[in-house]
């Protein structure tokens, strides 16, 4: 991870690329996307030493085994980082840029440089020792007795339902009385936003509380995005060009924060109107769309064990799992707009993005231990037990990363600064939703549609009236140009074997 961070530091850098809230957002999706690439491919090296292979065995089946997994999962986001760089506008740019480098420097530590250490450690006498590859221990105690997921599918679908209607009821709530089913923040608002570079570092609260005390007879909303380690502002205000009062209001706020930070050099100042506003929001909405059918098309080529038709269920309810998460994200804040007054603006669709490219990645590796264990089924195993078996030999990882990212966004929630608490609380939900998604939701999908399909069936035994009473002898088959001579002479050539054979038994016997 140290590797990772200073790879991609350093290719930001060299385009002299600067991390603004949304960048850093993305930086926490690569992070734990590198934690995850590294959790998977050392569960699967736990699994085959468990099964007795030599360590620099085990190593390469492992990283063989993980790689599918990890190159799928990737090549969604790197997907969704195209579309949205390609639709969408300002910071979400910066979010897809970040993310898109960090997922490709990612994929190449976790392949290269963990296999090289982990190969490093062969010839190594002190390594050779179990205890610590983990060996013994998991999060899941196993015994005899297997948690059944998939067969209580019903419940978790309950739950979720259950957890989604308060949010459409207050979405609904929220139409009627804003206009819109969430409360809009000044982003998606029209405004004016001025870009100015100071000598000193500053900070939001500072520019907040000037800008508020400037035109103190006028309710000002504001919105500040810090770049060039604080030295350079871009401050978004709900002041449109043509109201009363706007040359004035804008006069006072270059003037307070000339007075209070100091003479801002490079000031440029842009308008945005309601067209312009709602055209950023249909980009944004278009992005996600298109990047979800892309998705779907991809993993259905991956996923298509039976063709591409048969694949389609695998993209398909990885974007109804997807959903789901968004469905939780959205009714959160329409019952916190309903109730607290909380708005959403940029910082919220970089959360909603993140999320989903944290679902869809977790939703894969489950699917692809599925697709493996497809190839390997066992002898009379229906695809539900299947099913189960997969999300099981695949939870240890997916609590593993999920406690991974929790903690860290949790951190930043602690310790953080209260200006961007909405954009930790929605990332927090939005990352504990993505797992839940993923292990209950997503694969039990998955058998229900093979079930509707006629492939999931579960495998029939014969009743006792179908079996037979007698099995045939095995004769061996007569030319078909024989005579009724020959035929005869055979069978009774295989009479008379047979009877030597029990003869044979029974002097053995006695």
């Known amino acids: 991870l140290f590797i990772n961070m200073l790879l991609i530091i350093g290719v930001l850098a060299a385009f002299k690329g600067t991390l603004t809230l949304p960048g850093i957002a993305g930086l926490i999706l690569t992070i734990g996307m590198a934690v995850d690439a590294n959790i998977l491919i050392f569960e699967r090296l736990k699994e085959e030493l468990n099964s007795g292979k030599t360590l620099r065995a085990a190593i390469d089946a492992g990283f063989n085994r993980a790689f599918p997994a990890i190159f799928d999962s990737n090549a969604c986001t790197l997907i969704t980082c195209a579309v949205l760089y390609s639709f969408a506008t300002g910071m979400v740019q910066s979010f ?8 490709l420097i990612s ?23 179990p205890s610590l590859f983990g060996l013994g221990t998991s999060w899941i105690h196993r015994t005899s007795k297997q948690l059944n997921i998939v067969g209580r599918r019903n419940w978790f679908f309950a739950l979720s339902l259950l957890i989604i209607i308060p949010g459409v009821i207050f979405y609904s709530l929220n139409v009627s009385r804003f206009g819109s089913g969430l409360k809009p923040g000044i982003e998606f608002k029209p405004g004016t936003t001025i870009q100015m570079t100071f000598d000193r570092r500053t900070s939001v609260t500072e520019i907040v509380e000037t800008v508020s005390s400037a035109v103190p007879n006028k309710k000002i909303e504001t919105s500040v995005q810090l770049s060039d380690r604080g030295k350079t502002a871009f401050v978004r205000t709900n002041l449109v060009p043509g109201e009363a009062g706007y040359d004035e209001a804008m006069n006072r706020i270059k003037n307070a924060l000339a007075s209070r930070i100091g003479e801002p050099r490079n000031v440029q100042t842009s308008s945005v109107g309601p067209i312009i506003s709602k055209e950023i929001t249909r980009k944004a909405i278009m992005a996600v769309i298109i990047s979800a059918i892309l998705i779907v098309i991809y993993l259905s ?59 869809t990645h977790d939703t894969i590796v489950v699917f692809d231990r599925i697709r493996e264990n497809l190839k390997h089924r066992i002898k009379g195993e229906d695809y539900e037990a299947l099913a189960n078996r997969s999300i099981l030999q695949t939870l240890t990882r997916s609590i593993n990363t999920s406690l991974t990212v929790v903690l860290t966004v949790a951190a930043l929630l602690a310790f953080g600064g209260s200006i961007i608490r909405h954009f930790y609380i929605a990332l927090l939900v939005g990352i504990i939703s993505g797992t839940y998604s993923s292990i209950f939701n997503a694969t039990p999908l998955l058998v229900v549609w093979e079930n509707l399909s006629g492939g999931g069936r579960r495998v029939r035994s014969r009743t006792v009236e179908e079996k037979p009473m007698v099995m045939a002898k095995e004769l061996k088959p007569v030319a078909d140009d024989a005579t009724e001579e020959d035929a005869a002479s055979a069978e009774s050539k295989t009479t008379a074997g047979t009877k030597t054979k029990s003869v044979k038994r029974r002097k053995r016997r006695y």
């Open 96 to 103: 897809a840029l970040v993310l898109a480098i960090g997922v």
């Open 107 to 129: 994929l190449f530590t976790a392949i290269t440089v963990t296999r090289t250490f982990l190969h490093l450690l062969v010839n190594q006498q002190w390594a050779q020792k």
């Open 301 to 359: 080529f991956r996923f298509a064990v039976g063709g591409f038709v048969n694949g389609l269920k695998y993209g398909t309810c990885t974007i109804i799992a997807t959903l789901h998460d968004v469905f939780v994200i959205t009714g959160l804040f329409a019952i916190l707009g309903y109730f607290l007054g909380w708005e959403i603006d940029t910082l919220f669709v970089t959360a909603v993005l993140t999320m989903i490219g944290f679902s």
